[in-house]
């Protein structure tokens, strides 16, 4: 009687593809995705074209220039300022109307220009937005408790609108580079 040779047994893989399949339906939908959060921040509208910009015609005094440096210290227009006076530093700036030459015409010419240093911390980079924010916020405040005798957020959307018309919040952000510091 021969003997069989006994050869390699096969395994059955007609089936993993299934396997492999429902593993990964099961954690792509267990799996949590992390959300960026990052600053609340509205990019202005397209300007109408209808309406030509000419950017030549931007005056240096309407321009509130604020750099921070490697070392998180502010300089604001060629001077060091704290942090706690860059809040009161925007507003009058940017709620000058002509009186001080060398500060901005009006607050719908005023452009607040910020540049950081890459080696600027982001807790600094944050305190410097919200004071600028804030800076806006509380002129916004002050002008629709004169105008309409409410606060800003508590006023209807076309009123809020016709705010903004009259600060309109300018903030441009030149992207980081080495400023100076450490």
Do not use: C, W
């Not at 096969?10 to 792509?28: K, T, V």
């Not at 009058?92 to 452009?111: T, V």
């Not at 002008?143 to 441009?172: H, T, V």
């Amino acid at each position: 009687m021969a003997r069989r040779a006994k050869g390699a047994s096969e395994i059955n893989a007609g089936s993993m593809a299934d396997i492999a399949f429902l593993l990964l339906i099961f954690f792509l939908v267990t799996t949590t995705m992390d959300v960026d959060t990052g600053l609340a921040r509205k990019l202005p509208p397209m300007p109408d074209e209808d309406i030509q910009q000419d950017d030549s015609q931007i005056l240096a005094k309407n321009i509130y220039v604020v750099l921070v440096n490697s070392s998180d210290q502010l300089l604001v227009e060629g001077e060091l300022m704290d942090i706690s006076q860059l809040r009161a530093g925007a507003r009058a700036f940017i709620n000058n109307n002509g009186r001080d030459p060398e500060l901005s015409d009006n607050p719908q010419k005023a452009i607040i220009s910020l540049q950081n240093d890459r080696g600027t911390s982001y807790d600094m980079y944050i305190q410097v937005q919200n004071e600028l924010a804030a800076a806006y916020h509380e002129l916004r405040d002050a002008r629709s408790l004169n105008k309409y005798g409410m606060k800003f957020n508590d006023l209807a959307k076309d009123k809020q609108k016709e705010i903004r018309k009259e600060y309109p919040q300018k903030i441009s952000e030149a992207e980081p580079k080495n400023i100076g510091g450490e």
